[in-house]
Protein backbone atom coordinates (compact mmCIF):
# COMPACT_ATOMS: atom_id res chain seq x y z
CA UNK A 1 0.00 0.00 0.00
CA UNK A 2 1.46 3.14 -1.31
CA UNK A 3 0.12 5.89 1.23
CA UNK A 4 -1.91 8.51 -1.07
CA UNK A 5 -0.75 11.57 1.31
CA UNK A 6 1.95 12.16 4.33
CA UNK A 7 -0.90 12.48 6.93
CA UNK A 8 -2.78 8.97 5.97
CA UNK A 9 1.01 7.71 5.62
CA UNK A 10 2.01 8.65 8.92
CA UNK A 11 -1.56 7.83 10.88
CA UNK A 12 -1.25 4.09 9.16
CA UNK A 13 2.72 4.03 10.31
CA UNK A 14 1.11 4.65 14.13
CA UNK A 15 -1.18 1.82 14.13
CA UNK A 16 1.49 -0.43 12.42
CA UNK A 17 4.11 0.79 15.22
CA UNK A 18 1.32 0.19 18.23
CA UNK A 19 0.47 -2.81 17.19
CA UNK A 20 4.26 -4.13 17.17
CA UNK A 21 6.37 -5.45 20.29
CA UNK A 22 9.51 -5.53 18.16
CA UNK A 23 10.29 -3.08 15.44
CA UNK A 24 13.79 -3.22 13.35
CA UNK A 25 14.56 0.19 11.67
CA UNK A 26 16.82 -0.05 8.69
CA UNK A 27 18.31 3.05 7.99
CA UNK A 28 19.95 4.43 4.90
CA UNK A 29 21.40 8.41 3.73
CA UNK A 30 18.17 9.47 3.31
CA UNK A 31 17.90 10.25 7.36
CA UNK A 32 21.10 12.11 7.50
CA UNK A 33 20.59 14.37 4.46
CA UNK A 34 18.15 16.97 6.93
CA UNK A 35 21.13 16.85 8.89
CA UNK A 36 23.66 18.45 5.92
CA UNK A 37 25.39 15.33 5.30
CA UNK A 38 25.16 14.62 1.53
CA UNK A 39 24.19 11.57 0.05
CA UNK A 40 26.40 9.05 -2.00
CA UNK A 41 24.64 7.45 -4.67
CA UNK A 42 21.96 10.40 -5.56
CA UNK A 43 22.12 12.39 -8.37
CA UNK A 44 24.64 14.96 -7.52
CA UNK A 45 25.59 12.81 -4.67
CA UNK A 46 29.46 12.77 -3.65
CA UNK A 47 30.27 10.07 -5.94
CA UNK A 48 28.97 11.64 -8.91
CA UNK A 49 31.85 13.98 -8.48
CA UNK A 50 34.47 11.63 -7.15
CA UNK A 51 35.43 8.03 -8.04
CA UNK A 52 34.90 5.80 -4.90
CA UNK A 53 38.56 4.36 -4.38
CA UNK A 54 38.12 0.75 -3.82
CA UNK A 55 39.44 -1.65 -0.90
CA UNK A 56 42.45 -3.17 -3.29
CA UNK A 57 43.26 0.06 -4.62
CA UNK A 58 43.22 1.55 -1.38
CA UNK A 59 46.01 -0.93 -0.11
CA UNK A 60 47.88 -0.71 -3.12
CA UNK A 61 49.20 2.61 -3.91
CA UNK A 62 49.99 5.09 -1.30
CA UNK A 63 49.00 7.74 -3.65
CA UNK A 64 45.30 6.61 -3.34
CA UNK A 65 45.32 6.33 0.24
CA UNK A 66 46.53 9.72 0.70
CA UNK A 67 43.55 10.85 -1.74
CA UNK A 68 41.17 8.94 0.45
CA UNK A 69 42.52 10.61 3.34
CA UNK A 70 42.38 13.82 1.65
CA UNK A 71 38.62 13.59 0.93
CA UNK A 72 37.81 12.76 4.63
CA UNK A 73 39.79 15.39 6.33
CA UNK A 74 37.76 17.71 3.67
CA UNK A 75 34.54 16.65 4.98
CA UNK A 76 35.14 16.67 8.27
CA UNK A 77 33.21 20.23 9.06
CA UNK A 78 30.06 18.57 7.95
CA UNK A 79 30.49 15.82 10.22
CA UNK A 80 31.39 17.38 13.23
CA UNK A 81 28.66 19.31 12.83
CA UNK A 82 25.81 17.26 12.08
CA UNK A 83 23.18 16.42 14.54
CA UNK A 84 20.52 13.65 15.22
CA UNK A 85 17.90 14.92 12.85
CA UNK A 86 13.84 13.90 13.35
CA UNK A 87 14.42 10.96 12.14
CA UNK A 88 16.81 9.61 14.39
CA UNK A 89 15.51 10.90 17.23
CA UNK A 90 11.68 9.77 16.68
CA UNK A 91 13.59 6.06 16.56
CA UNK A 92 15.74 6.90 19.64
CA UNK A 93 12.04 7.46 21.53
CA UNK A 94 11.10 4.31 20.27
CA UNK A 95 14.21 2.94 21.44
CA UNK A 96 13.83 4.18 24.42
CA UNK A 97 10.20 3.52 24.66
CA UNK A 98 11.70 -0.29 24.45
CA UNK A 99 9.75 -1.18 21.07
CA UNK A 100 13.54 -1.01 19.40
CA UNK A 101 15.93 -3.36 20.23
CA UNK A 102 18.43 -2.18 17.50
CA UNK A 103 18.93 -0.38 14.75
CA UNK A 104 20.35 -1.55 11.42
CA UNK A 105 21.84 0.93 8.97
CA UNK A 106 23.99 1.78 6.04
CA UNK A 107 25.25 4.76 7.41
CA UNK A 108 28.18 5.76 8.95
CA UNK A 109 27.84 8.98 10.77
CA UNK A 110 27.76 7.70 14.55
CA UNK A 111 24.10 9.67 14.72
CA UNK A 112 22.01 6.99 15.73
CA UNK A 113 24.88 6.75 18.71
CA UNK A 114 24.43 10.31 19.24
CA UNK A 115 20.59 10.48 19.44
CA UNK A 116 20.53 8.28 22.31
CA UNK A 117 21.40 4.55 20.93
CA UNK A 118 23.99 2.61 22.77
CA UNK A 119 26.91 2.07 20.58
CA UNK A 120 26.59 -1.51 21.14
CA UNK A 121 22.93 -1.66 19.60
CA UNK A 122 23.67 0.06 16.48
CA UNK A 123 24.82 -2.76 13.94
CA UNK A 124 27.01 -0.62 11.63
CA UNK A 125 27.16 -2.71 8.43
CA UNK A 126 29.34 -0.02 6.49
CA UNK A 127 31.16 0.62 9.18
CA UNK A 128 31.94 4.34 11.33
CA UNK A 129 33.93 7.12 9.33
CA UNK A 130 34.64 8.78 12.89
CA UNK A 131 37.69 7.31 13.74
CA UNK A 132 40.00 5.31 11.85
CA UNK A 133 41.68 1.36 12.22
CA UNK A 134 44.67 -0.55 10.86
CA UNK A 135 43.30 -2.86 8.35
CA UNK A 136 45.60 -5.18 9.62
CA UNK A 137 45.75 -5.55 13.04
CA UNK A 138 42.55 -3.57 13.76
CA UNK A 139 43.85 -1.25 16.05
CA UNK A 140 41.68 1.57 16.39
CA UNK A 141 43.60 5.60 16.10
CA UNK A 142 41.57 8.71 16.93
CA UNK A 143 41.03 11.22 13.33
CA UNK A 144 43.00 14.14 15.18
CA UNK A 145 46.04 11.38 15.14
CA UNK A 146 45.56 9.98 11.37
CA UNK A 147 45.27 14.31 10.57
CA UNK A 148 48.78 15.23 12.81
CA UNK A 149 50.79 12.31 11.39
CA UNK A 150 48.86 13.00 8.12
CA UNK A 151 49.83 16.54 7.73
CA UNK A 152 53.84 16.34 9.36
CA UNK A 153 54.79 13.16 7.16
CA UNK A 154 52.67 14.53 4.02
CA UNK A 155 51.37 11.21 3.82
CA UNK A 156 48.33 8.62 5.02
CA UNK A 157 49.92 6.62 7.92
CA UNK A 158 50.62 2.78 8.72
CA UNK A 159 49.90 1.80 12.18
CA UNK A 160 52.56 1.92 14.68
CA UNK A 161 52.01 -1.22 15.90
CA UNK A 162 51.97 -3.66 12.46
CA UNK A 163 52.94 -1.07 9.82
CA UNK A 164 49.94 -1.66 7.86
CA UNK A 165 47.39 0.83 6.22
CA UNK A 166 45.38 2.88 8.65
CA UNK A 167 41.82 3.96 7.18
CA UNK A 168 38.62 4.90 7.90
CA UNK A 169 36.75 1.93 10.19
CA UNK A 170 34.34 1.79 7.17
CA UNK A 171 33.47 -0.61 4.53
CA UNK A 172 34.62 0.07 0.97
CA UNK A 173 34.10 -1.20 -2.02
CA UNK A 174 35.51 -4.71 -2.66
CA UNK A 175 35.80 -5.18 1.14
CA UNK A 176 34.01 -7.72 3.26
CA UNK A 177 31.12 -6.73 4.79
CA UNK A 178 31.14 -7.39 8.83
CA UNK A 179 30.44 -11.29 10.20
CA UNK A 180 29.64 -10.15 13.11
CA UNK A 181 26.87 -7.57 12.19
CA UNK A 182 25.89 -8.86 9.18
CA UNK A 183 24.65 -11.89 11.34
CA UNK A 184 22.88 -9.72 14.20
CA UNK A 185 20.82 -8.03 11.50
CA UNK A 186 19.69 -11.45 9.86
CA UNK A 187 18.80 -12.49 13.70
CA UNK A 188 16.80 -8.84 14.29
CA UNK A 189 15.32 -9.05 10.42
CA UNK A 190 14.09 -13.12 10.83
CA UNK A 191 12.83 -12.05 14.79
CA UNK A 192 10.96 -8.49 14.69
CA UNK A 193 7.31 -8.05 13.72
CA UNK A 194 7.95 -4.87 12.40
CA UNK A 195 10.73 -3.71 9.74
CA UNK A 196 11.37 -0.42 8.69
CA UNK A 197 13.44 0.39 5.52
CA UNK A 198 14.49 4.54 6.19
CA UNK A 199 16.23 6.73 3.73
CA UNK A 200 17.40 3.82 1.22
CA UNK A 201 17.62 3.44 -2.08
CA UNK A 202 17.40 -0.77 -1.81
CA UNK A 203 19.93 -1.44 -4.20
CA UNK A 204 23.26 -2.49 -2.06
CA UNK A 205 23.33 -6.14 -1.83
CA UNK A 206 23.53 -7.86 0.64
CA UNK A 207 22.17 -5.11 2.73
CA UNK A 208 19.12 -4.27 0.85
CA UNK A 209 18.06 -8.39 1.08
CA UNK A 210 17.00 -7.82 5.05
CA UNK A 211 14.09 -5.92 4.07
CA UNK A 212 13.08 -8.93 2.04
CA UNK A 213 14.18 -11.74 5.21
CA UNK A 214 11.72 -9.57 7.32
CA UNK A 215 9.18 -9.70 5.47
CA UNK A 216 9.72 -13.23 4.43
CA UNK A 217 9.34 -14.41 8.32
CA UNK A 218 5.97 -13.10 8.42
CA UNK A 219 7.29 -9.26 9.69
CA UNK A 220 5.32 -6.09 8.12
CA UNK A 221 7.47 -4.16 6.15
CA UNK A 222 6.75 -0.24 5.98
CA UNK A 223 9.44 1.60 3.20
CA UNK A 224 9.80 5.23 3.87
CA UNK A 225 11.34 6.78 0.88
CA UNK A 226 11.62 10.15 -1.11
CA UNK A 227 11.99 7.97 -4.03
CA UNK A 228 10.50 4.55 -5.60
CA UNK A 229 12.47 1.07 -4.68
CA UNK A 230 12.21 -2.29 -5.88
CA UNK A 231 10.72 -3.24 -3.01
CA UNK A 232 7.94 -1.09 -2.77
CA UNK A 233 5.35 -4.02 -4.47
CA UNK A 234 6.20 -5.92 -1.27
CA UNK A 235 5.71 -3.31 1.61
CA UNK A 236 2.84 -3.48 3.96
CA UNK A 237 2.95 0.07 3.93
CA UNK A 238 5.17 2.78 1.34
CA UNK A 239 5.49 6.50 2.30
CA UNK A 240 6.97 8.77 -0.71
CA UNK A 241 7.44 11.53 1.95
CA UNK A 242 10.23 13.34 3.68
CA UNK A 243 11.24 11.29 6.19
CA UNK A 244 11.81 13.98 8.96
CA UNK A 245 8.26 15.35 8.26
CA UNK A 246 7.18 11.75 8.77
CA UNK A 247 8.94 10.56 11.77
CA UNK A 248 9.07 13.84 13.66
CA UNK A 249 5.42 13.51 14.98
CA UNK A 250 7.05 10.08 16.67
CA UNK A 251 9.62 12.00 18.56
CA UNK A 252 8.44 12.13 21.85
CA UNK A 253 6.82 9.23 22.36
Not at 15 to 31: H, M, N, Q
Not at 50 to 55: A, E, G, L, Y
Not at 213 to 225: E, T
Request: hydrophobic share 40%; glycine share 8%.
Amino acid sequence: MIASDLQRGIERLGDLIAEARAIVPFTGAGISTECGIPDFRSPGGIWTRNRPIPFDEFVASQEARDESWRRRFAMEQIFAAAKPGRGHRALASLYRAGKVPAVITQNIDNLHQASGFAPEHVIELHGNTTYARCIGCGQSYQLDWVKRRFDDDGAAPNCTACDEPVKTATISFGQMMPDDEMQRATALSQACDLFIAIGSSLVVWPAAGFPVMAKRAGARLVIINREPTDQDDIADLVIHHDIGETLGPFVGN
